[in-house]
């Protein structure tokens, strides 16, 4: 009868290279903080045994947790988002780049995410869940924030400037030659949609223009609230000759409302969105929007985070980034200028 080939545990591998459990468990996960020549005898140790290490026993072993939580807020239409699903993609490469595990949660800020199954946690924003950031920082957990900058809460973050965003895409339209420029926010209960209205009034109170309250639409980000605003605009009794959107998810769906009620984009109505979703370049017209760095974002965040889990000690990392003008079909001068 042939005897089954004995696997090799990490307690194998310390004692082959003369170190601690912990040391193994640190060179294997790619710990900076291990000693070159205790790398060097894990790594020639691992290779002899051919040992194959299990995670979760690597874990145990440890004591510590090198996975990733994402915890994100929940809102509809989030899998067709484009913003969302850059996210997600953004973070799971982060992740795999750093050979660490990913675990995601999706809330709507009753529920929170499983602490004691990672070693610390992505917000990917701070949406009715602000509480439970507080209650992990409250307890150690490392946690970085991204798309939300409070100076208040004692986190590092990784934001958009999405202030200037707003402020740069309205006046375009009003370089463009619009003075009457409408607004269709997101969810006002995010950060990032707050920002983006105050933008938009910046840019018409720096050029002395009125924010008249009829052309600020509420939106929520889905194609839903945008055809609903997209069907108040054409109820207005003076129409407005260009639109700023908050998304280009709802942009599109606004151009399908005016174009199926025979306004024609841009000569009729001018329309500029952002995030700089690809799939806006096949439209009935190519948008022109505020390109996001979602990818940098999201990467930079679990950057952050990682070194983090391995210095409790760094410092608070606040990082702003700038979103970009990228000029398209949708905008032009209005009819008569």
Request: charged fraction near 25%.
């Amino acid at each position: 009868m042939t005897r089954p080939k004995k696997v090799n545990s990490i307690e194998d591998v310390a004692r082959e290279a003369g170190v601690s459990i912990t040391t193994v468990s640190r060179v294997i996960n790619k710990f900076p903080s291990v000693k070159d020549e205790n790398r060097r005898r894990v790594e020639e140790a691992v290779k002899r045994l051919n040992f194959r290490p299990n995670l979760s026993a690597q874990r145990l072993a440890s004591g510590s947790n090198n996975a990733i939580g994402l915890e994100i807020p929940r809102y509809e239409g989030i899998f067709y988002s484009f913003y969302a699903m850059e996210i997600f993609r953004s973070v799971a490469i982060a992740c795999d780049s750093l050979r660490v595990d990913l675990l995601m949660h999706l809330t709507d800020g009753k529920t929170e995410i499983n602490a004691a199954a990672v070693g610390g946690v992505v917000f990917a924003d701070i949406i009715r869940n602000r509480a439970h950031a507080e209650e992990l920082l409250s307890r150690g957990v490392p946690v970085v924030v991204m798309n939300y900058l409070d100076p208040q809460l004692e986190v590092s973050s990784v934001s958009i400037d999405n202030t200037k965003g707003a402020q740069t895409a309205t006046e375009y339209l009003i370089h463009m030659g619009h003075e009457k420029v409408a607004f269709v926010s997101g969810d006002l209960m995010s950060q990032a949609a707050i920002e983006r209205l105050e933008g938009y009034k910046l840019a018409m109170k720096k050029f002395g223009l009125s924010i008249r309250e009829d052309y600020i639409l509420k939106g929520d980000y889905s194609r839903k609230s945008a055809r609903a605003a997209g069907q108040r605009l054409l109820e207005l009794p003076v129409r407005p000759t260009a639109v700023f959107v908050s998304s280009d998810d709802m942009a599109m769906e606004l151009i399908n409302v005016l174009l199926e009620n025979t306004i024609r984009v841009p000569d009729d109505i001018s329309v500029v969105g952002f995030d700089d979703d690809p799939v806006c370049l096949y439209g009935p017209v190519s948008l022109t929007t505020m390109r996001q760095p979602l990818k940098e974002m999201a990467q930079t965040a679990v950057k952050e985070l990682y070194l983090k889990m391995q210095d409790p000690g760094r410092e608070i990392n606040r990082i702003v980034l700038s979103p970009e003008l990228i000029i398209r079909d949708s905008v032009k001068p209005p009819s008569g200028s």
